[in-house]
T-cell receptor
Framework: ETGVTQSPTHLIKTRGQQVTLRCSSQ?????VSWYQQALGQGPQFIFQ???????GRGNFPPRFSGLQFPNYSSELNVNALELDDSALYLC??????????????FGPGTRLTVT | AQRVTQPEKLLSVFKGAPVELKCNYS??????LFWYVQYSRQRLQLLLR??SRESIKGFTADLNKGETSFHLKKPFAQEEDSAMYYC??????????????FGTGTRLKVLA
């Protein structure tokens, strides 16, 4: 059984550009969530995908969008990057249909720097 | 407002001393509560969740709905407990979807 993986590890982008971050869920997991963690803060929930559809969203603007593929891998896309988008982006996967009490398995994160 | 509050950014205790990491929450409805931990150079991982009523690595957490608290406790701290601890909740945001809210974290340092 492999754990959650994310790519790339680090990324530097310029304000106004677009970025795509990738996540491979843990084997057998059909739900993925994305989080933004700014320096010194806790993870902030961006959105969750279940069976390739968005299944919950936090307080993030529409320029944050996502995709989940049939193999349960996932992408986070951010358009029109702003300086405040600089953060660690975490992906977390879980098994069984979404329910409040399930455990999430986190990836190592992608560090995005916007200059 | 829906939030999770961890009032202490840093908590230092001596080895063998009791530990209590505080967590208060504000959420309309009945959320599920969790504690996640991040050890140095490791990824975020679940420590325990309220629904399981379990004790992991000697840690326990009691949900107090009246005080909306979910404090994490351990009677005797060990050096390997040094880590970043996050309190989190998940709750139904309607139509079968869920939202997740994490606190800002408390760094626990256990001194020899």
């Amino acid at each position: 059984e492999t754990g959650v993986t994310q790519s790339p590890t680090h990324l530097i982008k310029t304000r106004g550009q677009q970025v795509t971050l990738r996540c491979s869920s843990q084997s057998g997991h059909n739900t993925v969530s994305w989080y933004q963690q700014a320096l010194g803060q806790g993870p902030q929930f961006i959105f969750q995908y279940y069976r390739e559809e968005e299944n919950g969203r936090g307080n993030f603007p529409p320029r944050f969008s996502g995709l989940q593929f049939p193999n349960y891998s996932s992408e986070l896309n951010v358009n029109a990057l702003e300086l405040d988008d600089s953060a660690l982006y975490l992906c977390a996967s879980s098994t069984i249909p979404p329910a409040a009490s399930y455990e999430q398995y986190f990836g190592p994160g992608t560090r995005l720097t916007v200059t | 407002a829906q939030r999770v509050t961890q009032p202490e950014k840093l908590l230092s205790v001596f080895k063998g001393a009791p530990v209590e990491l505080k967590c208060n929450y504000s959420y309309s409805g009945s959320p599920e509560l969790f504690w996640y931990v991040q050890y140095s150079r490791q990824r975020l991982q679940l420590l325990l969740r309220h629904i399981s009523r379990e004790s992991i690595k000697g840690f326990t957490a009691d949900l107090n709905k009246g005080e909306t608290s979910f404090h994490l406790k351990k009677p005797f701290a060990q050096e390997e407990d040094s880590a970043m601890y996050y309190c989190a909740l998940s709750g139904d945001s309607g139509s079968g979807t869920y939202k997740y809210i994490f606190g800002t974290g408390t760094r626990l340092k256990v001194l020899a």
